[in-house]
């Protein structure tokens, strides 16, 4: 165990060191940095943390984040409401949104189904997505969660789910391939053979 | 620019994202991450930073970090205070206590001299190096600063002035050498030509 001179430097050390990814040795740069910082610097940080932890609401319809009960992309009379775009976390949420090239709405999981993990379906939103489907007029499902066997086994439980009640809405996965950049010999087996298998016009491509 | 679903989540992340060697990936992650702990944890992690912040002091003596106006170690009679380290930073003062090998005291001089990134002679700690020396009883200083230009000239400028103001006090500085678990190929040339030319008798080091 370290010794430190200060036990205040020592408690915010440790709790920089609770934050996944940051090793003691960051968390003790980190602490110094911020003691280096103005107090209103360091206010700012820590109050941009606390009032995002106290005053943050999670959407009650997809569970985005968001500053009102209803996340701005719910409420957007410009986005398709019919289309749901399913992701496992609201980091997925951002980097959807960040592409610019999707105009429907989303439903946070909060997760995956991991019964190695302890998760199973009552632990992630899938009943509230199925609600939706109940109550609201949707027209496609996209399924955008990880290519990993978790992310795979909830895609087809939601998919079930989904047939049981309605037979019209079109469910959709989004696209496994070779990443734009990287080569085909690094690229796994798997993603190469559903590469090959959903092979796409080559014109299509340039649009 | 990223947009966010929230502007709270959004000025947390702008925050996090301040932090040295913190990208804006890793904003959003340790963002997210703090919003899924419960409040208790997130007023525990903000509250010590904010703690340490407003209720460090800088000892008076020695500039190290402490929880009262002079720090453990300078108070401390179980230390030889005519014994000064003179280092860089506050890390490397927690880095050497961890060897716990050094029984003297400290001096951080919170940087050294660099012309390139205008840190001046007074900017950094010395005035009160040289006072402690004129008026304590000191018996050594080590200089145990970066092996960097910088460091260089920053213990050359403070052996040159402790010389003229006492001639028998002993300047030593840390040794430098190939770091243990490393092979001699990959040691750069001058660290190999210091560690030759400052080579120890053997049995000295089975001591």
Redesign the interface.
């Known amino acids: 165990m370290?010794?430190?001179?200060?036990?205040?430097?020592e408690?915010?050390i440790?709790?920089?060191a609770?934050?996944?990814?940051?090793g003691r040795k960051?968390a003790?740069?980190?602490?110094?940095?911020?003691?280096r910082?103005s107090?209103e610097e360091?206010?700012?940080?820590?109050?941009?943390?606390?009032?995002?932890?106290?005053?943050?609401?999670y959407?009650s319809k997809c569970h985005?984040?968001?500053?009102s009960p209803s996340?701005?992309?719910c409420s957007n009379p410009h986005r398709n409401s019919s289309q749901i775009c399913v992701v496992q976390?609201?980091?997925d949420?951002?980097a959807i949104?960040?592409t610019q090239v999707y105009k429907g709405v989303y439903h946070v999981l909060g997760g995956v189904i991991s019964p190695l993990q302890g998760i199973g379906i009552a632990d992630i939103n899938i009943g509230s997505l199925l609600s939706r489907i109940d109550m609201e007029e949707i027209g496609e499902v996209i399924l955008a969660l990880p290519a990993t066997t978790e992310g795979d086994t909830t895609a087809y439980y939601i998919s079930q789910h989904i047939r049981k009640r309605n037979q019209n809405i079109q469910i959709s996965v989004i696209a496994r391939g070779v990443s734009v950049g990287n080569d085909l010999e690094n690229t796994d087996e798997i993603t190469l053979t559903r590469s090959i298998l959903n092979r796409v016009d080559f014109d299509s491509t340039l649009k």
């Open positions: 370290q010794e430190y001179s200060s036990k205040l430097l408690n915010a440790n709790q920089i609770k934050l996944p990814g940051i960051t003790v740069r980190l602490a110094l940095y911020l003691l910082q107090s360091v206010s700012l940080f820590t109050e941009s943390i606390a009032n995002m932890k106290n005053n943050i609401f959407c985005n984040v968001s500053d996340c701005e992309i976390d609201i980091r949420v951002i949104e960040n």
